[in-house]
């Protein structure tokens, strides 16, 4: 089987070099992988580089208008909950003109898969800088999302196809909405190839350990410490901890020598029985179609 077969390449405009080769790649792959009947799979895009996705992939798809593309996802979901529905945004989009149909999406954790390309500036209008572009007033995209209620959030590269694969796969296996932050290099107004370093891999129940450094927390503050083979006081990830996950996600904030985290930042833990999930999901759609939830 060919697994990038859902891609039209002959139809893809962006630039040589660009991040989102890869990223479409490996969606294009995971979709095969899951085996989801084609006709079900919708991919729903706003405005911007990034947003041209549905263009170049052989699959339903919608491209929106500016910040609008997660109303119009949850409209989607919501008229057919067989639907597997992924959002494409990029930061310009999502956190700007986008950002409280965003926040009101995750707050609803409507049931689709959410996919923010951030390379920090507006690619289409000549990269001009958005509110993710690195600098010290920069929007904390990962923790505004924990303190909208995400029920899934994780960051992944654009250049590491295996840790993307991975992230897009549990993401869509999420019953919510699924947040995922992908860095993605813009080679032509913010190449940032060279500045993504300093990473640390998160993996559920493991210590965080990278570079033969670890990282250590002493009275709720992140401390970096060479790693030795002292076990004892290193930080072990809980995905299921949103205590710790917002201070994962404030390390640039905390100190700019700590590492970029990438992987399952925080995951609502949810219930075991998976009936009763769809029954109350189903509800909440009912909810929803009567109007008796606060839009
Ligand atoms: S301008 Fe940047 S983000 Fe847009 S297609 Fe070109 S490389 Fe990609
Ligand atoms: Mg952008």
Same mark, same amino acid.
């Given at each position: 089987m060919n697994n990038n077969n859902y891609i039209i390449y002959n139809k893809i405009k962006w630039c040589l070099g660009c991040g989102n080769y890869s990223i479409i790649n490996q969606l294009s792959k995971i979709l095969n992988?899951? $085996?989801i009947k084609k006709k079900y799979i919708v991919i729903v895009s706003g405005i911007g580089c990034s947003s041209r996705l549905p263009y170049y992939i052989n699959l339903k798809g919608v491209h929106t208008i500016h910040g609008r593309a997660f109303s119009i996802a949850t409209g989607i979901k919501l008229s057919n909950n067989k639907f597997n529905v992924?959002?494409?945004?990029?930061?310009?989009? =999502?956190?700007?003109i986008g950002l409280k149909h965003l926040l009101h999406t995750i707050r609803r954790n409507i049931n689709i898969n959410i996919l923010i390309f951030n390379n920090?500036?507006?690619?289409? %209008?000549k990269g001009q $800088? =958005?509110? %993710?572009? !690195? !600098?010290?007033? =920069?929007?904390n995209i990962i923790s505004l999302m924990l303190s909208s209620g995400a029920t899934y959030v994780a960051r992944t590269l654009y250049n590491n196809p295996i840790n993307?694969?991975?992230?897009?796969? =549990?993401? !869509?296996?999420?019953i919510g909405t699924s947040c995922i932050e992908i860095i993605q290099n813009c080679p032509i107004y913010n190449n940032i190839k060279d500045k993504i370093k300093n990473i640390l891999y998160l993996k559920n129940n493991s210590y965080l350990i990278y570079n033969n450094k670890c990282i250590i927390? $002493? $009275?709720? @503050?992140?401390?970096? @410490?060479?790693?030795? %083979?002292n076990l004892n006081n290193i930080w072990t990830h809980n995905i299921y901890n949103l205590y710790k996950s917002f201070i994962l996600s404030n390390f640039n904030k905390i100190n700019n020598r700590l590492p970029i985290p990438i992987g399952i930042i925080y995951k609502k833990k949810i219930a075991k029985n998976k009936k009763y999930i769809k029954k109350k999901y189903i509800n909440d759609i009912k909810k929803l179609f009567n109007k008796n939830i606060i839009f």
């Open positions: 992988i899951l $085996k992924w959002v494409i945004t990029g930061d310009g989009d =999502s956190f700007s920090g500036i507006y690619a289409l %209008t $800088k =958005s509110y %993710t572009y !690195n !600098n010290n007033n =920069s929007f993307l694969r991975k992230i897009l796969l =549990s993401a !869509n296996k999420h927390l $002493k $009275k709720n @503050k992140p401390i970096i @410490k060479i790693f030795n %083979t």
